[in-house]
């Protein structure tokens, strides 16, 4: 990409027309912006443990739509997908191969402190959390019961709305590239308050292609 093309000064940027800066701001973030999104420090959480806080834990499965067969967690041909949202902060999502306690606690322990308070849905992969030194919430989605107080999963169940609505408008993703687009919509959740397209061009003025 010819980064020259879009290299105009911060403070001019008000004078390209909307449809140019929605153009370089698609072409950022699909050419380098997701690799970016993947390294610290934009991304939260990589390269480092989150800091103590509410964090809520959760799985999604994103991919092929459901039929005949097998259904409800892990339906075939769908990839699971571990979320982390630390409340008032941001997300962390990794691709996962299955959505068992084997899977899940090696990165909630290499992620989040302990003594942090975690919250969750009846998940069971997540038995076990306090013998692991989490303060354990959960909420029972089984019963009917979707929040009780500050029990609730709805920041992360916020984000997983956002991603497949993102996705959703591809029309299909190709699993190898998969990662990369879902890394992109973790990006720009933990961004979304910012001007996005100042901040790439701000981050490639400092790391040029």
Request: hydrophobic content about 30%; charged content about 30%; aromatic content about 8%.
């Given at each position: 990409m010819d980064f020259e093309a879009f290299a105009v000064d911060e403070g001019?940027?008000?004078?390209?027309?909307?449809?140019?800066?929605?153009?370089?701001?698609?072409?950022?973030a699909?050419?380098?912006?997701?690799?970016?999104?993947?390294?610290?420090?934009?991304?939260?959480?990589?390269?480092?443990?989150?800091?103590?806080?509410?964090?809520?834990?959760?799985?999604?499965?994103?991919?092929?739509?459901?039929?005949?067969?097998?259904?409800?967690?892990?339906?075939?041909?769908?990839?699971?997908?571990?979320?982390?949202?630390?409340?008032?902060?941001?997300?962390?999502?990794?691709?996962?191969?299955n959505c068992s306690k084997q899977a899940l606690m090696p990165i909630l322990?290499?992620?989040?402190?302990?003594?942090?308070?975690?919250?969750?849905?009846?998940?069971?992969?997540?038995?076990?959390?306090?013998?692991?030194?989490?303060?354990?919430?959960?909420?029972?989605?089984?019963?009917?019961?979707?929040a009780r107080g500050k029990n609730h999963v709805n920041g992360i169940e916020s984000f997983w709305s956002f991603a497949k609505m993102r996705m959703s408008k591809l029309h299909g993703v190709k699993r190898d590239k998969f990662l990369l687009h879902l890394k992109e919509c973790e990006w720009r959740w933990n961004h979304r308050r910012q001007n996005t397209y100042r901040l790439l061009l701000s981050n490639f003025r400092k790391k040029p292609l």
């Open positions: 001019d940027d008000a004078s390209l027309s909307f449809e140019r800066r929605r153009r370089a701001e698609r072409d950022f699909g050419f380098a912006g997701v690799q970016r999104a993947m390294q610290g420090p934009l991304s939260f959480g990589v390269g480092g443990e989150i800091p103590p806080g509410e964090i809520e834990v959760d799985e999604s499965y994103f991919g092929a739509r459901r039929g005949r067969g097998k259904r409800g967690r892990g339906a075939s041909g769908e990839t699971p997908v571990l979320g982390l949202h630390k409340r008032g902060d941001s997300v962390f999502v990794s691709v996962v191969e322990k290499g992620r989040v402190l302990a003594e942090s308070d975690v919250y969750t849905d009846g998940w069971k992969a997540c038995d076990g959390l306090v013998t692991n030194g989490y303060k354990h919430h959960r909420v029972h989605h089984h019963e009917n019961e979707f």
